[in-house]
C-alpha cells in the first residue's frame, strides 16, 4: 500500500510540474508498478487493450474525417452565419455551435476547428475575440458532457461503472447533464465575459477588428523596414539570387520581398511584387525589402553598390515614397502553433517555412512580447503566434496543416472552402451511422465496434486520405497516457488504497447523509482537476467515488457523474484542459483571467452540480 501511495503521489507531483510529458510520466508510473510486483504484467498492460482506449483511438480518426472533409467546418461557419453582427447572437452562437460539434468531436480538435472562425466572426462584427475564445473553450468541455464518446471522462466512469457490474451507460445518458451545464456557463459567461474586454475596450472601438495594415504594425514590422535599389549597372549583385548573396547568414538581414517594373502603363500597376525565392535573379532597377540591423543593411548595401532609399524618394517612378507593406500579390496572416505541434522545439530555420510553403516568418507574438530580429534561430513555443507573408495561395496552403498550426484571421468564406469538401456528405452518413449503432439498443452492435466500424470507413470511401493519415489523426500521447494510467485504478483497489480513501470519506462525510458525500466527492475531484488533467483525475477518482457509494449503500451513478463533471468542468485555470490553453495566447489571456472568470464558474457548476444530479439520478 505504501509503495501504491508513494508512486501515485509522485506522479501527481510530476503531472502538476509539467515538466515531464505527461505520457512519460504515466509510463514510469505503469513500470514502477510493475517492478514493485504490485501488479502482473497482464494487469499491467490491461489498458492498452482495453475497449474504452481502442474507441478512443476510432473516434480519433473519425473526428479527423470530419474534419479534413470539412464537415465540421462547413455546419459551423453555416450556423454562425446566423449570429450576424449582433455581439449577443453571436455569443450566443459560440456557446450552441461549439457543444453542438463537442457532442462528438473532442474538446481539442472543436476548438482548433472553431477558432479561426470565431475569431473571424469577432472582427467582422467589431467585437473583441478577447470576450468569445475563452466561452468558445469552456462550451467545448460543456458540449462533451452531452454524450458518452464526447469527453475522456464520460468514458471512464461508464467503463468503471460496467467493470463493476452495474449497466453501462448509454450514449445520451450525459445530455441532460451537459445540457444543464451549458445553461448555467452561458448565463454565468455573457456577463462575467464583459471584464475581459474592460482594459482594451478603446483599442478595440478604435480598430474595430484587424485589417492587414494593424497587423503589421502591430508587429512593429514598418518601423524595422528599409530599401534597398539595385541602381547602378555594375553592381555585383545583379545576376545573382538571394542565396549566392549569402544575405542572412552574412549579414543576419531578412528579405522580405522583391518589387520589380514592368513598364510604365498608365491602365495597369506597373510593380510587380514577389517574394525573394531562392531562384530569383537579381535585375537593374529591382528593389529589395529588408528587415535587420540598420548597421548591417548599410554594410550589405555598400558592399553590393545598391542605393539605400530614404523615406523621402520614389523606389519606382509612380509608387510610394515610403517604404510600407503593400498586399497587392502576396499577403500576410497570423498562426497560432498548436500544443500537438511537431514544430515545437524546433527553429524557424528547421521548420522550413520558406522551402515548404513558400512564406516568411516576419515576426513571433510570444504571450505579450514581439520577436523581431534573428528570427531564423528562435525555437516554436506551444501558443507561438507566427506573422508569415507569402503569396495568398500559398497562405491558404498552410490550412492543410492543422496539426501544427491554425491560420488566424482568415475571412470566413476563406475558412470554409476545404480540399475535400465533396466528401462531406459521406463523412455525414458515416457519422450518422455510428451514432445510430450506438444509440438504438436493438441493432446489436458493441459500441466499440460501431467506432472501429466508423472509422475504417473513413478511410476506404476517402474521407481520411490513407491509413498514414489517419494514424497522424489519433493523439498518441492521450492514448498512452489514459491506458498506462488505467492499470493505476487496479493497483488502487488491489492494494486498498481505494478502500482505504473512500473509508475515510464517508467516515468524515457519510453520517450528514449522500448529499454531503456527494459533495465532498466533486469537491476533492475538481481541485484535482486544477492541476491534474480531467482524463487522469477521472481514472483515479472514479473507482474510489465507487467504493464511497457501494460503503453507503446507494446508487453510484450521481457520484460517477460527479467525478466526471468535475473533471471536465475545470476553468479556473489555463493548463487544465487543452482548450484553455490553445485560446490562451489567441485571446491575449492571463493566467489571472482565468482565475478572475472561471474559478466562480467552477465553484458555481459544483453547486449547481450537487443539487441537480441526485434529481436526474436518484440514490
Known amino acids: 500500500m505504501i509503495a501504491t501511495l508513494i508512486i501515485l503521489l509522485v506522479s501527481a507531483i510530476l503531472f502538476v510540474s509539467g515538466k515531464v510529458r505527461s505520457d512519460l510520466v504515466a509510463i514510469c508510473a505503469l513500470l514502477a508498478l510493475l517492478l514493485c510486483q504490485i501488479l502482473t504484467p497482464a494487469e499491467g498492460l490491461s489498458g492498452f487493450s482495453n475497449t474504452t482506449v481502442i474507441m478512443m483511438i476510432g473516434l480519433f480518426i473519425v473526428g479527423g474525417g470530419i474534419f479534413q472533409t470539412g464537415l465540421a467546418k462547413m455546419i459551423g461557419s453555416k450556423v454562425m452565419t446566423l449570429a450576424g453582427n449582433s455581439e449577443l447572437r453571436l455569443f450566443l452562437m459560440v456557446m450552441i455551435v461549439t457543444s453542438a460539434i463537442g457532442m462528438f468531436v473532442s474538446n481539442t480538435g472543436t476548438v482548433a476547428l472553431m477558432l479561426p472562425i470565431v475569431v473571424s466572426m469577432a472582427a467582422a462584427a467589431g467585437t473583441s475575440p478577447r470576450r468569445l475564445l475563452m466561452p468558445l473553450a469552456f462550451a467545448s468541455s460543456m458540449g462533451g458532457m452531452m454524450t458518452l ?367 454531503v458525500l456527494l459533495a465532498g466527492i466533486y469537491a476533492a475531484t475538481s481541485l484535482m482537476t486544477i492541476f491534474i488533467s480531467n482524463t487522469v483525475t477521472a481514472v483515479l477518482m472514479a473507482p474510489i467515488a465507487l467504493q464511497c457509494a457501494m460503503q453507503m449503500g446507494v446508487s453510484p451513478v450521481p457520484y460517477m457523474f460527479a467525478v466526471t463533471v468535475a473533471a471536465s468542468m475545470c476553468f479556473a485555470s489555463p493548463f487544465s484542459t487543452p482548450p484553455n490553453a490553445l485560446v490562451m495566447s489567441a485571446g491575449q489571456y492571463t493566467f489571472m483571467d482565468y482565475v478572475k472568470v472561471g474559478l466562480p464558474l467552477q465553484i458555481l457548476m459544483g453547486v449547481v452540480m450537487v443539487i441537480v444530479l441526485p434529481l436526474l439520478f436518484p440514490f
Not at 193 to 207: N, P, Q, V, W
Not at 214 to 236: A, C, M, P, Q, W
Not at 432 to 448: E, L, N, Q, R, T
Not at 492 to 499: F, P, Q, R, Y
Open 149 to 515: 464518446i464526447g469527453t475522456p471522462p464520460n468514458l471512464i466512469v461508464s467503463d468503471t461503472l460496467e467493470g463493476a457490474g452495474f449497466a453501462s451507460l448509454g450514449f445520451f445518458s450525459f445530455l441532460p447533464v451537459g445540457l444543464v451545464t451549458l445553461v448555467v456557463g452561458a448565463l454565468y459567461l455573457l456577463p462575467a465575459t464583459k471584464m475581459l474586454t474592460a482594459k482594451d475596450k478603446a483599442k478595440d472601438k478604435k480598430s474595430k477588428g484587424k485589417s492587414l495594415k494593424d497587423l503589421v504594425n502591430e508587429y512593429g514590422i514598418t518601423d524595422n523596414l528599409f530599401r534597398v535599389h539595385v541602381k547602378d549597372e555594375d553592381s555585383e549583385a545583379i545576376g545573382k539570387t538571394v542565396v549566392d548573396l549569402n544575405i542572412y547568414r552574412e549579414y543576419g538581414i531578412n528579405v522580405l520581398e522583391l518589387r520589380r517594373s514592368t513598364g510604365p502603363n498608365r491602365f495597369v500597376r506597373t510593380v510587380n511584387q514577389q517574394l525573394a525565392s531562392p531562384d530569383l535573379v537579381l535585375k537593374q532597377g529591382d528593389v529589395l525589402y529588408l528587415s535587420g540591423d540598420p548597421e548591417q543593411i548599410e554594410r550589405f548595401a555598400t558592399d553590393y553598390s545598391l542605393r539605400l532609399i530614404d523615406r523621402h524618394t520614389d523606389e519606382i517612378e509612380g509608387s510610394s515614397a515610403n517604404a510600407t507593406m503593400d498586399f497587392f500579390d502576396i499577403g500576410v496572416a497570423e498562426i497560432l502553433i498548436m500544443p500537438t505541434s511537431s514544430m515545437i522545439n524546433r527553429t524557424i530555420i528547421e521548420a522550413g517555412f520558406r522551402s515548404k510553403f513558400s512564406v516568411n516568418v516576419l515576426g513571433i507574438r510570444r504571450k505579450q512580447d514581439y520577436i523581431l530580429n534573428d528570427l531564423g534561430s528562435q525555437k516554436m513555443q506551444d501558443g507561438d503566434v507566427l506573422l508569415v507573408q507569402g503569396a495568398w495561395k500559398d497562405i491558404a496552403r498552410m490550412k492543410s496543416e492543422s496539426s501544427n498550426w491554425v491560420v488566424l484571421g482568415e475571412p470566413l468564406e476563406a475558412a470554409a472552402k476545404v480540399t475535400l469538401d465533396y466528401k462531406a456528405p459521406v463523412a455525414a452518413l458515416i457519422m450518422i451511422g455510428m451514432i445510430v449503432m450506438m444509440v438504438v439498443d436493438s441493432i446489436p452492435v458493441a459500441p466499440v465496434t460501431a467506432v472501429l466500424l466508423a472509422a475504417v470507413m473513413m478511410v476506404i470511401t476517402g474521407c481520411v486520405r490513407s491509413v498514414e493519415a489517419a494514424y497522424k489523426t489519433i493523439n498518441w500521447q492521450t492514448i498512452v497516457l489514459f491506458a498506462a494510467m488505467l492499470p493505476m485504478s487496479i493497483a488502487l483497489e488491489k492494494t486498498g488504497v481505494s478502500e482505504m480513501i473512500s473509508g475515510a470519506i464517508v467516515t468524515g462525510l457519510g453520517s450528514s447523509g449522500p448529499r
